[in-house]
């Protein structure tokens, strides 16, 4: 059974950094991307960034290009999110989810964590 578990959120000032990681494990093939979401109060679920966690291959939303990066340790099976630059804008519950494909959209994800709370403050 796959289990996500995120960690790492916190309140911060606008232009903090902070480091959100996503524990997993029970991963098998469909499972080969991992990616993280967020959800603002209000809104939609929004796709962050995405890794395939073969060939470590990233992809981003627009929000999220020059400011977050995705990494992953296999060793720990465990991927990050990096950000930087916070915003306002950013205060959201992280999600990270897991998936066969390298999607962006939630629609398509099996496996989810509970999520972790960021907020930015102005």
């Known amino acids: 059974q796959v289990q996500l578990v995120e960690s790492g959120g916190d309140s911060v000032q606008a232009g903090g950094s902070l480091r959100l990681s996503c524990a997993g494990s029970?991963?098998?093939?469909?499972?080969?991307?991992r990616a993280w979401f967020r959800r603002a109060p209000g809104k939609e679920r929004e796709g962050i960034a995405v890794?395939?966690?073969?060939?470590?291959?990233?992809t981003y939303a627009d929000s999220a290009k020059g400011r977050f990066t995705i990494s992953q340790d296999n060793a720990k099976n465990t991927v990050y999110l990096q950000m930087n630059s916070l915003e306002p804008e950013d205060t959201a519950m992280y999600y990270c989810?897991?998936?066969?494909?390298?999607?962006?959209?939630?629609?398509?994800?099996?496996?989810w964590g509970q999520g972790t709370q960021v907020a930015v403050s102005s």
């Open positions: 989810a897991a998936n066969r494909w390298c999607t962006l959209r939630p629609e398509f994800y099996d496996y």
């Open positions: 890794i395939h966690t073969g060939s470590g291959s990233p």
């Open positions: 029970g991963f098998t093939s469909s499972t080969v991307c």
